[in-house]
């Protein structure tokens, strides 16, 4: 079935860059997202990615795809506070649910 | 163009009592999905469903759960006879027919059952 890994925690300074990774074992995924959940809050939808693109950039967002590897990682540039949070990755599993990830916490020190 | 709405944001039962979910999807959106969300977890699977029609159930357990998305009106999840088990933020996303892939969550019901 499918399943989606992530880390569980990172912590960086206010001003670097974040990498958060994850990895899905369905490889007939079409799309792949990223979303932020910030405390006591819905989610948000950040960016998502084709299975087809090896590479998407959304102002500090980038998002690479490994699809060999199965691995998906989100980097965001010059990290704020505002960015601590827990971010998910989920793919698009049978049917159009999607399949999360158990989020990676990230905290941001300033 | 308002989001997702969910209520209520914060419902306590006692066990053995009914639970009512609402979500009210984005404008223009016609297909409605349940996640939850256990403390410390990822979102699940629940159920995706239509205007009246139930596409998807099978992230949802077998007995004292259902849900509807009448013509009219908002999606219910429901919960019956709740157990301290099912204490979790339960999640509702949307989307247009046409854009499945793209799914809209709302603020979430967070449920605790004493």
């Known amino acids: 079935g499918e399943d989606v890994e992530q880390s569980l925690f990172l912590s960086v300074r206010e001003g670097d860059s974040s990498v958060i990774n994850c990895t899905y074992t369905?490889?007939?995924?079409?799309?792949l997202y990223w979303y932020k959940q910030e405390p006591g809050a819905g989610l948000q939808l950040l960016t998502y990615i084709f299975s087809n693109m090896d590479m998407k950039q959304d102002q500090r967002l980038t998002v690479l795809l490994n699809k060999k590897d199965k691995h998906l990682s989100l980097r965001i540039a010059d990290t704020q506070t505002g960015d601590s949070a827990i971010y998910f990755c989920?793919?698009?599993?049978?049917?159009?649910?999607?399949?999360f990830g158990a989020g990676t916490i990230l905290r941001v020190k300033s | 163009n308002a989001g997702v709405m969910q209520n209520p944001r914060h419902l306590v039962r006692r066990r053995g009592q009914e639970a009512r979910l609402r979500c009210s999807p984005m404008?223009?959106?016609?297909?409605v999905y349940w996640y939850r969300q256990l403390p410390e977890e990822g979102l699940k699977f629940m159920v995706y469903l239509q205007k009246e029609n139930i596409i998807d159930e099978s992230g949802m357990p077998k007995e004292r759960f259902s849900a509807e998305f009448p013509k009219e009106g908002p999606s219910i999840l429901r919960i019956q006879q709740v157990v301290r088990g099912d204490s979790a933020a339960y999640f509702c996303?949307?989307?247009?027919?046409?854009?499945?892939?793209?799914?809209?969550f709302g603020p979430g019901t967070r449920l605790t059952v004493t």
């Open positions: 404008k223009g959106h016609s297909h």
């Open positions: 369905d490889s007939s995924s079409t799309y």
């Open positions: 996303a949307s989307s247009r027919p046409e854009q499945g892939l793209e799914q809209y």
């Open positions: 989920a793919e698009v599993g049978e049917g159009n649910k999607l399949v």
